[in-house]
Structures are given as C-alpha cells and as structure tokens.
C-alpha cells in the first residue's frame, strides 16, 4: 500500500512556473515508477510524465514536453513536477501516480493515485 499526498498547485499566470510535490509512503519509495497524470474540465485524464525508479529513464506528453520536467528524490520519497512556460490549457487537475512498472505508466496506469492538485492558469 502507498501513499501519495500531492502539493504545490495553485493559480498562475500564463507563461509563470509552479513545481508540484507529492510524498509517498506506506512502502518504499524507490521501489516504485512515479508518473503525473491531470484531467481538465470536460475532459479525460491524460498521462503527464513518468520517471523510473533509477531516474534513468523519463517519458513526457508531447503537450508538456519541453516544458515540464519530472524528477524524483528517493532519499526524501518524493516525486517532482516542475512546469514552466505554463499555458491556460495546462490548467487541470495533476494527479501523483505509482507503479510497480514504468512500462504500467507509460501505458497511462497506476497502482496507486494520489488525491490531485488543482492548477490554474490565466491568461
């Protein structure tokens, strides 16, 4: 069983950054392929970003590549979403995922979903 608890999310301006934060816990972190995943109004989630385990290997949604980079600190079981260059239609709701696989994220799963953030850009 896992945890995730995101943070950072809020109301931007187009063009501005925001980094959102999730904490894992129940079981180890390391263990786990982390990914983000939003879900704007009207629409279905869509898959963000993935990072392995090792941090070796990261994937991105043409959308946000580019733009946002993911990142993953084992020793403080946290996973990363910087966002730059954030644009209205970025505005959603991002959600933290784990997965024993990377290749589970990749194919836009999870094992476990956080609660999600909400954020928002203006224009």
């Known amino acids: 069983q896992v945890q995730l608890v995101e943070s950072g999310g809020g109301l931007v301006q187009a063009g501005g950054s925001l980094r959102l934060s999730c904490a894992a816990s129940?079981?180890?972190?390391?263990?786990?392929?982390m990914g983000w995943f939003r879900q704007a109004p009207g629409k279905e989630r869509e898959f963000v970003a993935v990072?392995?385990?090792?941090?070796?290997?990261?994937y991105y949604a043409d959308s946000v590549k580019g733009r946002f980079t993911i990142s993953r600190d084992n020793a403080k079981n946290t996973v990363y979403l910087q966002m730059n260059s954030l644009k209205p239609e970025d505005t959603a709701v991002y959600t933290c995922?784990?997965?024993?696989?990377?290749?589970?994220?990749?194919?836009?799963?999870?094992?476990?979903w956080g609660q999600g953030t909400q954020v928002t850009v203006s224009s």
């Open positions: 129940g079981r180890t972190f390391s263990s786990y392929a």
């Open positions: 995922a784990a997965a024993r696989t990377y290749n589970t994220i990749v194919a836009h799963g999870a094992d476990y």
């Open positions: 990072i392995r385990r090792s941090a070796i290997t990261t």
